[in-house]
Nanobody
Framework: VQLQASGGGLVQAGGSLRLSCAAS????????MGWFRQAPGKEREFVAA????????RYADSVKGRFTISRDNVNNTVYLRMNILKPDDTAVYYC?????????????????WGQGTQVTVSS
């Protein structure tokens, strides 16, 4: 599976962005999907995950209530809607796919990764 993340950019605090992760080469429906992020000088951290059908989701405490993960298995795309953005949300955001665990928060359980898209939130 090849994953292509897009939708990042520069936004003011309080603003919104929607990230997309388009898959090619294979259907996404067998995979649990996740979003991770990595800020400069920090380790990659879990942001959100969705089940294969998109019916169950999990979020990091830091984004709960502000971010929404969703997926469209017909169009092979996963989304991350980000509202009420904060400067602390500034990072490179990665989408990833895995089949190991239900709603995994562990990055090394993900086997396919997109290239990342930069999100910068100004104060």
């Amino acid at each position: 599976v090849q994953l292509q993340a897009s939708g990042g950019g520069l936004v003011q605090a309080g603003g919104s962005l929607r990230l997309s992760c388009a898959a090619s080469g294979r259907t996404l429906s067998p995979y649990g999907m996740g979003w991770f992020r990595q800020a400069p000088g920090k380790e990659r951290e879990f942001v959100a995950a969705t089940s294969r059908a998109g019916t169950v989701t999990r979020y990091a405490d830091s984004v709960k209530g502000r971010f929404t993960i969703s997926r469209d298995n017909v169009n092979n795309t996963v989304y991350l809607r980000m509202n009420i953005l904060k400067p602390d949300d500034t990072a490179v955001y990665y989408c990833a796919a895995q089949t190991i665990a239900f709603l995994s928060e562990i990055s090394h359980e993900y086997i396919y990764w997109g290239q990342g898209t930069q999100v910068t939130v100004s104060s």
